[in-house]
């Protein structure tokens, strides 16, 4: 029987295996489990839908995982957690670090206010395989390029050995009910939970079903599968990581331990260089505090973003008249996720094609997104806009057509979210209005009702934002 008590404040580690501040909790105390919804966190980058209603369904399996003692609260976790290790006389407070500045800010603060109070408080690492502290070129500066920056990684130590379910957890119990995750109300007014439950499965024993079934089915050809939205040859896992149901840690090992049975060295490669990604876009997030905002390039705080209500109304609803574009925005709308490939041209399209401003992109899957994250959101965009660190050069600017036409050859991703398109041959799905009259006719279309027409031409659009990056250069 133990008699201290600890509290562990979970935030993004939302599982108890490979869980280092639990872990440690759990060997010398009784457990006070809390999670904080810290609404006013990030002001406009406050959760959105997407995130809120994976939370709830992860809450709800973690609760699981603790016997029902997690107690939930909403509000300030500067003034929140001060206030329950007093109440409840705690002699410590546990939680895993964030590399998510915005968050890191939030975390220096709680750890003052409750030194003030003469309460211990321990931080533990457990998002990240490499510290982004300890990775530096030789002159101490950060890396701004991801190969260096990944090889310098792998010359480290290996990411540690994830921890197993800590043994004789004794969890302090009170009475939760005022306390629940219902009373977060992370499904008031959401409206996804509808589309998006068919799904999903949240919880930590989900992500490791998950990651279980990709070794076996998707990562054999992962290195070229990857690439074709219609293919299952990617892992889903970015709502589980991002939520911490499975920690990086985990994935890294168990792919290095078991891939082999299923996959080449190439296969395994490539995904954990994939971590490697996430990897750097925390680094560079950690490195440049204001990434998720500011532009990592100064020179595109001159550039003239035009800002068309209509155009990004069709963007957004999937109606601009290219399918592959209208396909992958119907797929965040209806499940949540969008194929990384796909989140590449519709980026592309939005900031290149429409001049539309990437924050304004990154924002609406922001709102969507399971696995909306502050580092790979805004990182990932900065690099299709062309003013990120290592990015895609402005003048890389992908065709909707020739992408759908390579990666989606015989349309089914177009068909699956683009049903009214789905009865068209192949040869016309990625630019239906070049189909001639009468087989539009028959595969029951007429463009501009039916369908829409293009918004805007490829070309024009194409000449008029290079034009825009050439002038950025005077
Ligand atoms: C414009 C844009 C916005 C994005 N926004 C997000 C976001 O908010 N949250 C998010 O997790 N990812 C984001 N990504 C990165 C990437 O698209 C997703 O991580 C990936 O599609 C998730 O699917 P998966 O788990 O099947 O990936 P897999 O291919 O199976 O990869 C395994 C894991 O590696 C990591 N990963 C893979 N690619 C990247 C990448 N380019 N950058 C960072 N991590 C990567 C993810 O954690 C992913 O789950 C964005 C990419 C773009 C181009």
């Known amino acids: 029987m133990k008699h201290e008590i600890i509290i562990v404040w979970f935030r993004r580690d939302l599982r108890v295996l490979d869980n ?36 709830h369904h992860s809450l709800q399996s973690l609760q699981g995982s603790l016997d029902g003692s997690l107690r939930c609260y909403i509000g300030d976790a500067v003034k929140i957690l001060p206030k329950l290790a007093k109440e ?9 670090k964030s590399y998510d500045s915005v968050e890191m800010k939030r975390d220096h603060a709680v750890e003052l206010e ?5 309460i211990e408080v321990k931080m533990f690492d457990e998002s990240l395989l490499f510290s982004p502290s300890d990775i530096l070129k030789k002159d101490g500066t950060p890396y701004k390029v991801f190969t260096p920056f990944y ?24 009475k939760v009910d005022k306390h629940s995750i219902e009373s977060l109300q992370l499904l008031e007014d959401n409206s996804v939970e509808n589309r998006f439950e068919k799904h999903w499965k949240p919880g930590e024993l989900s992500a490791h079903k998950r990651l279980q079934s990709f070794i076996k089915n998707g990562l054999e050809n992962y290195a070229q599968g990857r690439d074709f939205p219609a293919l299952k040859n990617v892992s889903r896992l970015s709502a589980h990581i991002h939520f911490g149901e499975i920690s990086a840690h985990q994935i890294w090992h168990e792919v290095k331990q078991n891939g082999h049975e299923y996959a080449n060295k190439k296969n395994i490669s490539c995904l954990l260089k994939e971590l490697g990604w996430r990897e750097f876009s925390y680094y560079v997030l950690y490195h440049n505090p204001t990434m998720y905002h500011k532009n990592l390039q100064e020179k595109f705080d001159r550039f003239a973003w035009r800002y068309s209500k209509k155009d990004l109304l ?25 194929h990384n490939r796909m989140r590449m041209v519709v980026a592309s399209f939005l900031v290149k094609n429409l001049m539309i401003d990437w924050r304004t992109g990154a924002q609406w899957f922001w709102q969507l997104l399971v696995d909306a994250d502050l580092a790979s959101n805004s ?11 290592d990015a895609a ?47 539009l ?7 501009g009702v039916d369908y829409p027409m293009p918004i805007i031409d490829l070309k024009e659009s194409r000449d008029r934002a290079l034009g825009s990056f050439k002038a950025l250069k005077k």
């Open 314 to 338: 069709a963007w957004q609803t999937g109606m601009t008249g290219y399918p592959i574009v209208d396909a992958s925005m119907r797929e965040l709308f209806t499940t949540g996720y969008m």
């Open 441 to 447: 006719k028959k595969a029951g279309i007429e463009m």
């Open 20 to 55: 280092p501040a639990f872990h440690a909790a759990a060997a010398q105390a009784k457990i006070l489990p809390i999670y904080i919804f810290d609404q006013d966190l990030k002001s406009e980058h406050a959760i959105g839908d997407g995130s809120k209603w994976w939370l």
């Open 379 to 389: 990182f990932n965009w900065q690099w299709v806009a062309g003013c990120g660190y």
């Open 151 to 174: 090889r310098e990684c792998l010359k480290g130590p290996e990411p540690r050995i994830p921890l197993p379910k800590p043994r004789n957890i004794e969890f302090f119990t009170t």
């Open 114 to 118: 409750l030194q003030k109070s003469d």
């Open 88 to 96: 409840y006389k705690v002699t410590a407070v546990h939680f895993n």
């Open 393 to 439: 050069p402005y003048f890389r600017i992908f065709n909707p057509i020739t992408q759908a036409k390579k990666f989606d050859p015989a349309g089914e991703y177009i068909a699956q979210f683009v049903p009214e398109l789905s009865k068209l041959p192949s040869k016309y799905i990625a630019a239906p209005w070049l189909a001639p009259e009468q087989v």
